[in-house]
């Protein structure tokens, strides 16, 4: 079954801005991780966070998780036009060997 | 160098047909997957093989049959095609034994006609 939802599922804003996306899911999980798709491309491993942190930050990244809720969100800062791309959050969830399981992904447009 | 390379990139073909999929990952991991994205973009986990032994088959037809000939490749045959098998074939690796961070090729473009 799917584990994570993003929402929204398309999102559009000016270059400069902040994008916040969320990922919602259903079972207890060991990690959390974001990938960002570019448009006819394979995904590519953004940042990681494990079930016992609450915040991590790569550069304009900034992850937080919230387990009590079973929920995250990715906030991109300053937004450029080359951030446009699907992102997907993916889980790996206690029950279930080395099965990332992936959200049906943000497509988030940055207009310059 | 490519970490996680697959070929072809795109491949048309006719229902009833049998093709196959390569993917090589030079980056010294011991877990490979096959992922299928549909038109939605939904990706969906297919295989996933450690050390050449399959670990996981999430309910996929028997039609579609991976090969493992060390864990440096896993291949992926699919029989019979249905026009339900078009899609985009994401095979990926990781390093850790459960599951770390995932590096992707860039995918396989099967359109069945």
């Known amino acids: 079954s799917q584990q994570g939802e993003e929402d929204p599922q398309a999102l559009s804003i000016q270059e400069g801005e902040n994008a916040t996306m969320n990922c919602s899911y259903k079972?207890?999980?060991?990690?959390l991780q974001w990938y960002r798709q570019n448009s006819g491309r394979g995904l590519v491993h953004l940042i990681l966070?494990?079930?016992?942190?609450r915040e991590k930050h790569s550069g304009r990244l900034r992850v937080t998780l919230d387990t009590s809720k079973k929920s995250s969100s990715l906030l991109i800062t300053a937004s450029r036009a080359a951030d446009t791309a699907s992102y997907f959050c993916?889980?790996?969830?206690?029950?279930?060997?080395?099965?990332?399981?992936f959200g049906i992904g943000t497509k988030l447009q940055v207009i310059p | 160098d490519t970490a996680v390379s697959q070929t072809p990139k795109y491949l048309v073909t006719q229902m009833g047909n049998d093709k196959s999929i390569k993917c090589e990952q030079n980056?010294?991991?011991?877990?490979m997957y096959w992922y299928k994205q549909d038109s939605k973009k939904f990706l969906k986990i297919m295989f996933s093989?450690?050390?050449?032994?399959?670990?996981i088959n999430e309910t996929v037809p028997n039609r579609f049959s991976p090969k493992s000939p060390d864990k440096a490749h896993l291949n992926l045959h699919i029989n019979s095609l249905e026009l339900g098998d078009s899609a985009v074939y994401f095979c990926?690796?990781?390093?850790?034994?459960?599951?770390?961070?995932?590096?992707f090729g860039e995918g396989s473009r099967l359109t069945v006609l």
């Open positions: 990926a690796s990781s390093q850790e034994t459960g599951a770390g961070e995932l590096f």
């Open positions: 079972t207890s999980i060991n990690n």
């Open positions: 966070i494990r079930s016992n942190e």
């Open positions: 993916a889980t790996d969830p206690k029950e279930g060997y080395q099965k990332v399981t």
């Open positions: 980056l010294g991991h011991d877990t």
């Open positions: 093989y450690n050390n050449k032994e399959l670990i």
